[in-house]
């Protein structure tokens, strides 16, 4: 749920937040979230957990891929037809 | 649990409440504190709605239950009240449709006013709304994961 959460649901609430140096603090914060159980599992574990870290970095990954596949035709057709 | 002096409930109660911080700050000037600060543009210079139509604000709530949920359900586990987290979990699983629908519906909405981000020409409508159309398409998958059947290892390793 926590996963869910911050890498599903906060990006749109990260990409608000005031600048700091040019850069939205919030996205600075929702890399860190994304990353901390996966770091911490790392640092403080005998065993890390390697799904934790996998799951952190698709999330991150997926971004571009998402801008990617957006700026692709289809989905521009799609989008124009949804949008209406 | 204890890891080197880092126990997992301060860990994941810190990670809920950081996830909350910023939702709040981000949609401060937009929606929170609107009616105080009646801002335009966000700190990144994008048009902010000019009005709240009913699926914004359906939208907004069902999304600040969820984030609320999250810090309740981290705090339960904490408490040892795993039964009540169990069974908050199914309203969860509930709720996570319905966010999904809500998000979709308000990314159009705003698509069509001009105001979703980054709110400019079609094609840049078109990029914002495969963005926001796969940031929700992957909090359900992901969401799965916090199912009543894994609701013990899902609550503790986030």
């Known amino acids: ?84 | 649990m204890t890891v080197r002096g880092i126990d997992d409930r301060s860990f994941f109660t810190s990670m809920a409440l950081a996830a909350l911080a910023v939702v709040f700050v981000g949609f401060a000037t937009s929606y929170y504190l609107w009616p105080i600060t009646r801002a335009t543009h966000l700190p990144t210079g994008r048009p902010i709605s000019p009005s709240f139509p009913l699926i914004v604000h359906l939208h907004a709530a069902g999304f600040s239950a969820w984030i609320l949920l999250l810090l309740a359900q981290v705090r339960l586990v904490a408490v040892g009240r795993t039964d009540l987290h169990t069974r908050i979990g199914l309203v969860a699983a509930c709720l996570a449709p319905f966010l999904v629908v809500t998000g979709l519906m308000t990314a159009v909405h705003g698509a069509r006013g001009g105001w979703t981000p980054p709110g400019g020409p079609l094609s840049m409508r078109s990029v914002s709304w495969s963005f926001r159309s796969g940031t929700l398409s992957s909090f359900p998958r992901l969401s799965s994961r916090a199912s009543p059947s894994a609701v013990g290892r899902t609550s503790t390793n986030g």
């Open chain 1, 1 to 84: 749920m926590l996963l869910a959460t911050v890498g599903g649901l906060l990006p749109p609430a990260a990409t608000r937040t005031p600048l700091v140096a040019g850069w939205p603090v919030g996205l600075v914060i929702f890399i860190v979230l994304v990353l901390a159980p996966a770091a911490r599992d790392f640092l403080c574990r005998a065993q890390p957990r390697w799904l934790g870290l996998l799951v952190g970095l698709g999330i991150l990954a997926s971004i571009p891929i998402r801008t990617l596949v957006g700026m692709s035709t289809p989905s521009r057709a799609f989008a124009a037809w949804l949008v209406g």
